[in-house]
Structure formats: C-alpha cells, structure tokens
C-alpha cells in the first residue's frame, strides 16, 4: 500500500512538480502491477494518490496537470471546482473520484 505525503515534498516557495512527478511514478506503478495482477484490490491505492494530487492543488491555490493520457489528452485537476478533469480534443470531461480511479482500472484514462 502506499502511504506516501506528497505534501512533504513541497518547499515553502511553492514548488511541487517533484511531488507531482513522484504521485505519477506511483500511480503508474500500481497501473502496472494491476495489469499484471488484476484480482488484487488496487482502489485504496489509487484513492490515496489522487487524494494527495487534490491536496497538493488546494494547498497552492493552482490547478494540477497531473499527465498526459494515451493518446491524447490531459488529466487535471481544478481547485476551483474542486474535481479532476479529462481534457481531450474538443472535450472536457469532468470526473469524480470514484469515477476516475474506477476508469483507470478498467484501462481508460491512463497515463502515456
């Protein structure tokens, strides 16, 4: 399981792209073992780092690109409306939580 606190990694100046970089790391990670061994629950995982991406965008007060999605796209998360976001050509998707790690798992949405 992962318990990691992106939030450490935040310096006062407001820098977060090695956390955000280091949450991406992570969550493909658990994509990758999910591929390998779909039967064990993945969900909590999934949760905590997306939890940390919303923290980390509340906390700086800026909207999040997390990655970019095979084959085209982007994940964001907006602060302002407090909900993660698909942007695809000509369309944005705004996702809940649940909806999102529940589309990860089913190979939607991943990341490139």
């Known amino acids: 399981m992962i318990w990691y606190n992106a939030e450490k990694n935040i310096n006062r100046y407001g820098d977060f792209v090695k956390a955000i970089e280091s949450l991406l790391e992570e969550l493909k990670s658990v994509l990758k073992i999910h591929n390998q ?4 629950p993945y969900w909590g995982d999934l949760f905590i780092i997306l939890n940390q991406v919303k923290k980390i965008a ?3 007060n800026e909207d999040v690109y997390f990655y970019q999605i ?4 982007k994940l964001k998360y907006d602060y302002k409306k ?9 369309l944005n998707i705004l996702v809940k939580d649940d909806e999102l790690i529940d589309s990860l798992l089913n190979g939607r949405f991943i990341p490139k």
């Open 37 to 40: 061994k779909p039967y064990l």
């Open 58 to 60: 509340i906390k700086n």
């Open 70 to 73: 095979k084959p085209s796209g």
């Open 82 to 90: 407090k909900q993660f976001i698909v942007e695809v050509p000509d």
